[in-house]
């Protein structure tokens, strides 16, 4: 079956513009979880979902970064006014949930990068 | 705080020889262990995991050993080839079926295995 999906692959924005990041995970995926990973860096937990609940929104380093899942399955993470200390990319991922025989494993998309001029 | 430390950044191998990378963790209420290979433009993929009830686990030319009382886990790649080259990070997180499945990333460690 497919794997998660990401787009755009490549996104280029001016300082300050507002950008949206989309995550498509694998179908039936309960929890999905966002990740920033700066060039040349291990990757580091923005937020999670569980369903349509946003459980866990720690990791979302500022108020201009904000995260959804309407409807449980597809999200989007939008960043409003980006800096350039925002160019990194994204990585979306899912897992299947507790008790859905989620073994722990991370399925990650290819991610977004996203470079800020 | 950086709570997973990983070491060497970058690691040069030749064809059929070890790598070996390590890692160290500071929170003692971590117990699943994953590393993850990622390869350009692709996301990282889980490669093989751990729970700190073992201190070997071996899954073809993988192996992680893990030391609880020092609080450290290593990869060992046995037989290295050049397919292998790639970046790996070790990772950490409190519960494995738990609300969250929250993994803490060490920074990676860049793998180039020479013909």
């Known amino acids: 079956g497919a794997g998660v999906s990401q787009s755009p692959r490549y996104k280029v924005a001016k300082r300050g513009q507002d950008v949206a990041l989309r995550c498509d995970p694998i179908s039936g995926h309960v929890s999905l979880f966002w990740y920033q990973q700066a060039l040349g860096q291990g990757p580091e937990f923005l937020t999670y979902f569980q369903n349509e609940a946003q459980l866990d929104k720690s990791g979302l380093p500022s108020d201009r970064f904000f995260a959804e899942r309407p409807e449980g399955s597809v999200s989007t993470l939008k960043i409003q006014r980006t800096q350039q200390e925002d160019s990194a990319v994204y990585l979306c991922?899912?897992?299947?949930?507790?008790?859905?025989?989620?073994?722990?494993?991370?399925?990650f998309g290819e991610g977004s990068r996203l470079t800020v001029l | 705080q950086q709570q997973v430390k990983q070491s060497p950044q970058s690691l040069i191998v030749q064809k059929g020889g070890i790598s070996i990378i390590n890692c160290a963790y500071e929170?003692?209420?971590?117990?699943?262990f994953p590393w993850y290979q990622q390869f350009p433009g692709k996301g990282p993929a889980l490669l093989i995991a751990i729970r700190p009830d073992v201190s070997e686990k071996k899954e073809g030319r993988f192996t992680i050993s893990f030391n609880k009382s020092a609080k450290q886990f290593s990869l060992h790649i046995m037989d290295s080839q050049p397919g292998d080259s790639a970046t790996y990070f070790c990772?950490?997180?409190?519960?494995?079926?738990?609300?969250?499945?929250?993994?803490?990333f060490g920074g990676g460690t860049r793998l180039m295995v020479k013909p």
């Open positions: 929170n003692t209420a971590f117990d699943y």
């Open positions: 990772a950490a997180s409190i519960g494995v079926n738990n609300a969250g499945n929250m993994l803490t």
């Open positions: 991922a899912s897992t299947p949930g507790s008790g859905r025989g989620d073994t722990g494993e991370l399925f």
